[in-house]
């Protein structure tokens, strides 16, 4: 799986559009519509926000293992 979708898959299974996702980062809905068609690459700072946000791995938001392993317990 392409690293932006990812973004854009875990972004739609929790129900969020891009413009809550884009207050979270402090951007435009624009630019993450960009990010989840792979247009533009994210940052590594957002990637760590996003990260926390949905308490995932950054190695699972990046794509590089399909199993999403969880930052804490909750």
């Known amino acids: ?10 972004r739609e299974d929790h129900d969020y559009k891009q413009t809550d996702i884009a207050k979270i980062l402090g951007t435009s809905r624009q630019q993450v519509g ?10 590594v700072d957002k990637y760590i926000i996003l990260a926390k946000f949905y308490n995932v791995s950054a190695d699972y938001l990046l794509g590089l293992i399909d199993t999403p392993r969880k930052l804490r317990e909750e």
């Open 1 to 10: 799986m392409n690293y932006y979708q990812r973004i854009k898959d875990l």
């Open 34 to 43: 960009r990010w989840e068609n792979g247009l533009q690459m994210m940052g």
